[in-house]
């Protein structure tokens, strides 16, 4: 089984080709994305590999479904980047619903720590041999309060290891679960108490822009917001109104609602044109990461492991638990119980 692997990067390769080789499928690296100018590359390939920043819209789909393609492979969760409803009757989409909930939940917690513990302005003093110790004092963050919205799995770990640290837990969600270590409140009351707002819900129409320019008026003040979910869930220019106002006390983002022409990309000789993004990064409580919660060893071998598994199911023609259902929109659910194919 040969695969056209777009968006390809060197930490992607090791672990695919690996686990491809053992299983019949060999993947070509592309370090294009996969787009409308780029389709034709997937020529002559029984199947495309695709990451969260290719572009795979209907003319896309037409034409892979002309040269005979018949699974996308997305080795990610988020489909948002693909017409499902333009594959029905065409091509099969399989995905990675999960890879390393623990590198998320970690990778926030990191940025938590360095934020408070100001290790970000520490390596770079030390660096240049400055020693001085004024401007790093931080805070404990035992007794602190922290906010978890979304207790999913990404979410339910980090209320966990906040617990760990000797902190006060609340949650908020949509669908509170019994077994998440945290106190459960009103969205309302967990902007009002957390000194900490960690924010692990997906990117929907009722949870976009979540931290806006009303909500800074329920915050406390001094609260760190972190954001490893989706950049949608806040809106930018409040997020620096509240902290040129004090409200916001540091903020922590590995995702930007503008990230997809930015983020994964080496502009560091270039003029960066989003203001926004550059205000942000200007702010020394503002930390930036582009991206990368998922980025472990772990995540990747997860990621290349369910691919592949993915594909061996399709090429074998079983039913793949991966596959998403395009017929309803209700992704899993209905298929989960016919247990057959969508079509
Ligand atoms: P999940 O689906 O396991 O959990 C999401 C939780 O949010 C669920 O408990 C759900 O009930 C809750 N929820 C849904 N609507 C809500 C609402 N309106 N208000 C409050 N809670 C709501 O998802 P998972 O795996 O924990 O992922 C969470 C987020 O992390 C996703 O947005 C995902 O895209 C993002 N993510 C980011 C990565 C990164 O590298 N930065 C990597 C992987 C995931």
Known sequence: MKIAFFDAKDYDRPAFLRIGKAQGVEFKFFETKLGEDTVQLAKGFDGVCVFVNDDVNAAVIDALYGYGIRVIALR?????????????????????????????????MALLLTSVRRIHKAYNRTKDFNFSLNGLTGFDLHGKTAGVIGTGKIGRIFARIC????????????????????????????????????????????TYHLIGRETLEKLKKGVIILNTSRGALIDAEALIEGIKRRIVGAACLDVYEEESDIFFRDFSGHIVEDDVLARL???????????????TEEALENIAETTVGNLVCFRDGGVCENELCYNCGQVEDCRKQRKAKCF
């Open 163 to 206: 617990s760990g640290f000797g902190m006060r837990v609340l949650a908020y969600d949509k669908y509170p679960s019994a077994d998440v270590e945290a106190t459960y409140v009103s969205l309302d009351r967990l902007f009002e108490e957390s000194d900490v707002i960690s924010l692990h819900c997906p990117l929907t129409e009722e």
């Open 76 to 108: 990610c969760a988020g489909y948002n980047n693909v017409d499902v409803k333009r594959c029905y009757g065409k091509i099969h989409v399989v995905r990675v619903p999960a890879y390393s909930p623990y590198a998320v939940a970690e990778h926030t």
């Open 281 to 295: 990064i200007s702010m020394p409580n503002v930390i930036v990461t582009s991206h990368q919660a998922f980025l």
